[in-house]
């Protein structure tokens, strides 16, 4: 998601009103930095709020007992792969007729980033090993992400219940769901959950965040450098 915001000079009039024309982007420029760590914190609370990172981190969420998600810190530990993505620029000073134009372009996330997040070592897993099956990666994320309402996994279903844990000898990873062979296919559930590249809970909470961005911008224009 990119937001672009363009300020006229009465705005850096009343804003910056000691500072020379010259010196507003040099100002801008300065306090870029604090505006991304500001943007960063609030999507971290906006993807907080988001009831698909409640699941998978509630010990108790179903999205965690369907993905078989043992660890819900891997989950957390994401946040920093998805804090990577975002990033302040600001554009050269024009001006256009009687009014002086400045550009803030802030990017929440990009295909780039998509990718790097999609690759992280804690957006997937290897499925449990024995003498009999090698294991399967597990990309829960990119299904929960990218994949809809379409199957993810075929031949198999996931029977919710309680388990003993696999290292127990049981079979589950969570003691709340559990993986077993037949017909069919199964889906991201519950439906509610279903992500794709342009509505997920990701973009979601980048969207939830427009206003929030306004107002950090506003509140840059004025700080002190």
Same mark, same amino acid.
């Given at each position: 998601?990119?937001?672009?915001?363009?300020?006229?000079?009465?705005?850096?009039?009343?804003?910056?009103?000691?500072? #020379?024309?010259?010196?507003?982007?040099?100002?801008?420029?300065?306090?870029?930095?604090?505006?991304?760590?500001?943007? @960063?914190?609030?999507?971290?609370?906006?993807?907080?709020?988001?009831?698909? =990172?409640?699941?998978?981190?509630?010990?108790?969420?179903?999205?965690?007992? *369907?993905?078989?998600?043992?660890?819900?810190?891997?989950?957390? @530990?994401?946040?920093?792969?998805? +804090? $990577?993505?975002?990033?302040?620029?600001?554009?050269?000073?024009?001006?256009?007729?009687?009014? *002086?134009?400045?550009? +803030?372009?802030?990017?929440?996330?990009?295909? /780039? !980033?998509? @990718?790097?997040? +999609?690759?992280?070592? *804690?957006?997937? *897993?290897?499925?449990?090993? $024995?003498? =009999? !099956?090698?294991?399967?990666?597990?990309? !829960? +994320?990119? !299904?929960?992400?990218?994949?809809?309402?379409?199957?993810?996994?075929?031949? =198999?279903?996931?029977?919710?219940?309680?388990?003993?844990?696999?290292? $127990?000898?049981?079979?589950?990873?969570?003691?709340?769901?559990?993986?077993?062979? #037949? $017909?069919?296919?199964?889906?991201?559930?519950?439906?509610? =959950? %279903?992500? /794709?590249?342009?509505?997920?809970?990701?973009?979601?909470?980048?969207?939830?965040?427009? %206003?929030?961005?306004?107002?950090?911008?506003? %509140?840059?224009?004025?700080?002190?450098?």
């Amino acid at each position: 998601m990119r937001l672009e915001l363009r300020f006229r000079d009465d705005q850096f009039r009343k804003a910056l009103s000691a500072a #020379a024309k010259s010196a507003i982007r040099t100002h801008l420029v300065d306090q870029a930095p604090w505006i991304e760590q500001q943007v @960063k914190d609030r999507f971290l609370i906006a993807v907080h709020k988001q009831p698909e =990172y409640r699941s998978l981190t509630r010990q108790d969420g179903k999205l965690r007992a *369907y993905f078989g998600i043992e660890d819900t810190e891997d989950v957390k @530990k994401l946040m920093d792969t998805l +804090l $990577d993505g975002v990033s302040v620029k600001v554009h050269k000073a024009v001006n256009e007729g009687n009014a *002086y134009m400045l550009a +803030l372009t802030i990017t929440v996330f990009d295909r /780039t !980033w998509l @990718k790097n997040v +999609l690759d992280s070592p *804690y957006s997937k *897993y290897i499925s449990d090993q $024995d003498e =009999y !099956w090698s294991g399967a990666e597990i990309p !829960w +994320l990119k !299904w929960l992400l990218l994949s809809g309402g379409a199957p993810v996994v075929f031949g =198999y279903k996931v029977l919710r219940g309680s388990f003993p844990h696999y290292s $127990d000898d049981g079979s589950s990873r969570t003691t709340r769901a559990i993986m077993v062979e #037949a $017909d069919g296919s199964f889906s991201v559930k519950p439906e509610e =959950y %279903q992500g /794709t590249q342009n509505d997920n809970f990701l973009t979601r909470a980048a969207s939830s965040m427009d %206003q929030e961005i306004i107002r950090i911008a506003e %509140q840059a224009i004025a700080r002190k450098s």
